[in-house]
């Protein structure tokens, strides 16, 4: 049972709508870590806010994920210990979660600036662990939108382990980021054949598939015939570690985030951005998104990728809400 603190915490936070989110994060993303700056930008397009509240606020909720098509785990409270391994700042999330746990339960914040509480936490928590603390400003962001969208029971309930934490420097982290693989003394005669890997969990070294140059993504992790299907239920036996059902950017299915090696894709077709907006994915006109689907973007190197949970059709469901109270806000000044 939440207690008063929590509850005013709660209160706090969901006074910040998904814009203000934004400015938030552009405030904070400078003193993110270089390996964590595209996977805290990941994250929050992982789990948007306007689609947990829209759900949390619907009178039907299962109905209403009938409607969007979502499918796997997009509930929050079903990845409070797990949606961020991506992160490197995954490592210090024992010790976060319970510092916004603390902070939640004291009913004393450090500031009235959600970005001010968000640098403390990381900051004391980097003192702790004397780790940097750019290393912990991401995670400590996404505890506290964690703890937004779970909610003060589901959060304090969570074990707040690890898993799967790779023991790895940050700088070599991103250095395997940038590596192409090696095509040997004679690889300028493979042309279109050059075979680049493609990894699609930096926490195990198993996880990658090799894809021949140009391939799309969905393409070359079906010549993966391992069985995904444990890890993944949306996956389909044969069918690789990237959930699918189509190959023509019409189901969503396939969507990733790219931690490393988004200028080595294709740019985004006038289909794929399209569809993407249409999905709630993203909304950019960036060429090489953070975000992507995997069905239509070609590598001609390597990559590393993340693949979220779930995936859903909400884009246009959701901007509708957002344009409906607009109008309501409108009448109510007028």
């Known amino acids: 049972m939440s207690t008063n603190s929590e509850t005013l915490f709660e209160a706090f936070l969901n006074q910040h709508d998904g814009q203000a989110w934004e400015r938030i994060l552009k405030t904070l993303m ?125 959060f304090r309930s969570a074990p707040g382990k690890t898993v799967n934490v790779a023991n790895v420097s940050p700088k070599e982290v991103l250095r395997e980021r940038a590596k192409d693989d090696d095509q040997g003394v004679l690889g300028f005669l493979k042309g279109a054949r050059k075979e680049w890997t493609v990894t699609f969990d930096e926490n195990d070294g198993a996880a990658n598939f090799k894809l021949i140059h140009t391939q799309a993504l969905t393409t070359a992790a079906a010549n993966d015939q391992r069985d995904y299907t444990t890890r993944d239920p949306r996956c389909i036996p044969g069918g690789g570690p990237i959930p699918i059902e189509c190959r023509s950017a019409a189901c969503g299915t396939c969507w990733v985030g790219v931690l490393g090696g988004a200028e080595k894709l294709s740019d985004v077709s006038r289909l794929e951005g399209t569809r993407i907006k249409t999905f709630g994915y993203i909304e950019t006109d960036d060429p090489k998104p953070l975000i992507r689907l995997a069905c239509m973007a070609q590598a001609h190197g390597a990559a590393s990728i993340v693949i979220p949970p779930w995936n859903g059709v909400f884009g246009k469901f959701i901007r509708g809400e957002k344009s409906m109270l607009e109008e309501a806000e409108t009448g109510a000044r007028g």
């Open 30 to 154: 400078p003193s993110v870590h270089d390996v964590d700056k595209n996977a805290t930008e990941i994250w929050f397009h992982f789990f948007p806010l306007s689609l947990a509240r829209a759900l949390a606020s619907a009178e039907d909720p299962e109905q209403l994920a009938r409607k969007l098509q979502l499918q796997g785990k997009y509930r929050m409270a079903e990845n409070i210990d797990t949606s961020h391994a991506f992160l490197y700042g995954h490592r210090y999330w024992p010790q976060v979660k319970a510092a916004v746990s603390g902070l939640a339960s004291s009913g004393v914040p450090s500031s009235l600036e959600l970005a001010s509480q968000i640098r403390d936490v990381a900051r004391r928590v980097a003192k702790q662990a004397n780790a940097p603390e750019s290393l912990l400003v991401g995670i400590s962001a996404v505890a506290f939108m964690t703890f937004q969208q779970a909610g003060a029971t589901a």
